[in-house]
């Protein structure tokens, strides 16, 4: 199985191509969709990676993928302008799954 970028810049491929990620560059919805289906469609994609813009800017297709399809997993990073997340997101996200306060 590999990892594939769908990034919102070229930074970020870019990075990503020199740790051996394939990947591709798109800023509009159709365009993302597109590269969402071609992605799904390659049943050698294990991982796919995506900007954490797209999870903000178009979450109902980001989404919908992670709730239609267990392969492959979609893990959002954040690109070159850093994190949108707060800083103790992952305590809160347990706090939230679980109920467990750390």
Not at 11 to 39: K, S
Not at 49 to 62: A, D, M, N, S
Not at 83 to 89: A, N, S
């Amino acid at each position: 199985m590999k990892m594939y970028l769908i990034s919102d810049n070229i930074d970020t491929q870019t990075g990503m191509r020199l740790a051996g990620v394939d990947g591709v560059v798109v800023h509009e919805r159709e365009e993302l969709r597109t590269a969402l289906e071609t992605a799904l469609a390659d049943k050698e994609i294990g991982i796919l990676l995506l900007t954490e813009k797209f999870g903000r800017e178009f979450p109902e297709i980001v989404d919908e993928v992670k709730l239609h399809h267990k392969v492959p997993l979609i893990v959002e990073i954040p690109d070159r302008h850093g994190t949108g997340r707060k800083p103790d997101f992952i305590t809160s996200y347990v706090n939230e799954a679980i109920g467990l306060k750390l």
